[in-house]
């Protein structure tokens, strides 16, 4: 009897101890692995930057535009690439919990890329600052709206945040059709 006793008691701290650690590791993931929680049609203003470069992108109901640039206008692939890959991407695993460490992983304020995407009156819906990963190149390192913790993506989206108006543009294909009469 006495020896049931023991192991009853045994039994009831190993429970204990795997419940404690169970909770030790779930504090150590991210409550959600979706990193947006938005729908493409809520989104009207994308602006991307990077250190002195930036670039806003506006939707003004029907199609997409670089603000301040008439002559370029944007690829359906790259703007279909963007809400495909970006929209989509997931949080995987927490690099950092430590400020210190934003510039190492590349999402410091000044060494990161900046992705604000806006509503329809220019609210900020979210915004996250994104670095390369050194030690994983299929994946980026994120930090979401004000967060301190730095998190590794499912996919590189670094490449897809580019600041560049003719990565997102091109010149109007001329018409080829002939309008004057013979």
Do not use: C, H
Not at 53 to 61: H, P, Q, W, Y
Not at 69 to 83: A, C, P, Q
């Amino acid at each position: 009897m006495a020896k049931i006793k023991w192991l009853f008691i045994a039994l009831t701290l190993i429970i204990i101890v795997f419940l404690l650690n169970t909770n030790q590791q779930s504090k150590l993931g991210s409550n959600s692995d979706q990193i947006f929680g938005i729908e493409k049609e809520d989104i009207f203003i994308i602006d991307i930057s990077k250190a002195d470069e930036n670039i806003s992108l506006l939707f003004d109901g029907q199609s997409w535009s670089i603000m301040g640039n008439d002559s370029l206008t944007v690829k359906e692939n790259s703007i279909n690439g963007f809400f495909n890959n970006v929209l989509n991407v997931k949080r995987t695993s927490m690099v950092s919990k430590n400020k210190n460490n934003w510039d190492k992983f590349n999402v410091g304020d000044s060494t990161g890329t900046n992705l604000v995407l806006r509503d329809f009156n220019k609210n900020i819906l979210s915004r996250i600052i994104v670095g390369s990963s050194k030690s994983e190149w299929s994946s980026s390192n994120i930090r979401v709206n004000d967060e301190v913790e730095v998190y590794q993506t499912n996919e590189n989206i670094s490449w897809q945040l580019n600041t560049s108006p003719t990565y997102w543009g091109e010149l109007p294909k001329a018409d080829t059709t002939r309008t004057d009469s013979l």
